[in-house]
């Protein structure tokens, strides 16, 4: 079980305030299906089988927080997560990729995260073989081989030395041997303590370049590659595994070293069991732009593709067998969050099988000029705070007086009422507007302080905000 199955509705609720504003009903939505999730896992396994998720349709105008809740919902839950868009895919015949390979997407993405998971769990045992290989790399590049240990390491642990190099080790005296042995102390606490980081060590690693062959095929070139070490071991020839030396600074060398040292301490057999039941029982796929596929009651043409990609939509939300390189997964369990600004079309112009498959929809308001305000501040990773952050690493303060903060809010929502309703993402446009000369100019200003008020905001967007030369394309 994920951690974040284990939070109440409330707690969900409470933690998507952080990043969202507004819009409570469609936060209610996902939280609740969250904390479903929780309680069929506490069912007998036999009841729990067929209880499924209540699939959630969204629907809303762009930059209203559609995806944001979705993605934050999934990293709450530390579940595998994708977001696709529905217009990226097309009924199998025509150009585009499966509607299948979202899945495929999904597991590739739980595979990664409990590798990720289980990397973290070993982590202080690899950092310390990787040191223990850098040790050893800084040794023989300074010829400080510890007696005994010169010569080519073999698969069993043991050394092989030729005669020579042993005629070598036994005719060195003791004073050399000291000298060496205190050297290689200095040396390990030197690289201990993080004084070498900048030097450069050559170290031999596992080549993971995966050598394939790419073949086009009806579903695309993402289901059609083919490994040719898997082809190799199928025709019962055990591919050796390449190495290759790389000269990179300590550093470096620990980053690639601890990862590779992760890799030999985890069981791949075990991650891939466990990438598969979190994708089947906990994996979230966000489908935007559903309202793209709906057809606008012609016969011919794109519309032919556009009922089609709906049929194959609802073979994956209704439950089915998808393979992929890891296994066959099941879909039935998997929670879908579809979102579209259904502009043109209506959700009741989605095919009716599809439309019974979200059964919980939820329609989010356009944002207000209020709203605007909230989201420039209140949120964890607010805009304010972002651009704040990012002055500061040229030591230069910077400051929005409420005023201002209300000036910009103002003008965003004006140009979202005049113009195309792009939601909050208009005060990305509004902010790099406002501040594109001070960040032009902030390596000049280390020290100063910089006062975003309703002053600033005027002078330099006047009352439109809009760019002089850009006038003549707004439609």
Not at 2 to 10: D, L, N, Q
Not at 322 to 345: K, M, N
Request: proline share 4%; charged share 30%; with cysteine.
């Amino acid at each position: 079980m994920t951690e974040g199955i284990e939070f109440t509705p409330k707690e969900i609720l409470a933690r998507l305030d952080e990043y969202v504003i507004g819009q409570s009903r469609a936060k209610r939505a996902v939280a609740n299906a969250l904390r479903n999730r929780w309680r069929r896992r506490q069912l007998p396994r036999e009841l729990a089988a067929d209880v499924y998720p209540k699939n959630i349709l969204l629907v809303g105008p762009t930059g209203v927080g559609k995806t944001e809740i979705a993605r934050r919902l999934a990293i709450l839950a530390r579940a595998p997560f994708v977001k696709v868009e529905a217009t990226k895919y097309s009924e199998v015949g025509y150009h585009g990729r499966d509607v299948e390979s979202m899945v495929r997407d999904l597991v590739e993405n739980a595979v990664a995260m409990v590798r990720r998971e289980h990397a973290e769990r070993v982590a202080d045992q690899a950092r310390a073989r990787a040191e223990e290989r850098i040790f050893r790399a800084l040794c023989v590049q300074r010829g400080l081989v510890e007696p005994g240990q010169a010569g080519f390491l073999l698969e069993n642990g043991q050394i092989w030395r030729p005669p020579s190099m042993q005629q070598f080790v036994e005719q060195q005296d003791e004073g050399d041997r000291a000298a060496k042995a205190a050297a290689r102390e200095s040396l390990r606490r030197e690289l201990a303590a993080g004084e070498l980081e900048t030097q450069q060590v050559e170290v031999e690693v596992v080549d993971t370049r995966t050598p394939t062959l790419n073949i086009m095929g009806p579903q695309g070139n993402d289901a059609m590659g083919i490994d040719a070490r898997a082809l190799q071991e199928v025709w019962g020839r055990t591919p050796a595994q390449r190495t290759k030396v790389r000269r990179l600074t300590i550093a470096e060398a620990r980053k690639v070293l601890e990862d590779e040292e992760a890799g030999k301490l985890v069981d791949e057999d075990r991650i891939h069991t466990e990438a598969l039941d979190r994708a089947e029982n906990d994996g979230i796929l966000f489908v935007d732009e559903i309202d793209k596929i709906v057809s606008s009651g012609h016969s011919d043409g794109p519309d032919v593709s556009r009922e089609g990609v709906q049929r194959d939509l609802l073979s994956v939300v209704e439950g089915c067998d998808v393979y992929t390189r890891y296994g066959h997964v099941r879909t039935d369990h998997i929670l879908f969050i579809a979102a579209g600004a259904f502009h043109f079309h209506k959700p009741s112009e989605l095919i009716p099988e599809l439309q019974g498959r979200f059964p919980v929809r939820v329609a989010l308001k356009p944002l207000t000029e209020a709203d605007f305000v909230r989201i420039l501040t209140e949120p964890r990773n607010s805009l304010v705070k972002q651009y704040q952050a990012l002055f500061s690493t040229e030591r230069v303060e910077l400051e929005f007086t409420p005023e201002g903060l209300e000036r910009i809010a103002h003008l965003a929502f004006r140009q979202n009422d005049l113009m195309q309703d792009i939601g909050a993402r208009r005060l990305f446009t509004i902010l790099e507007m406002l501040l594109e000369d001070l960040s032009f100019d902030a390596s000049e200003r280390t020290g100063q302080r910089v006062v975003v008020d309703r002053k600033l905001v005027e002078e330099r967007l006047g009352d439109t905000a809009d760019d002089p030369d850009l006038i003549r394309y707004h439609l």
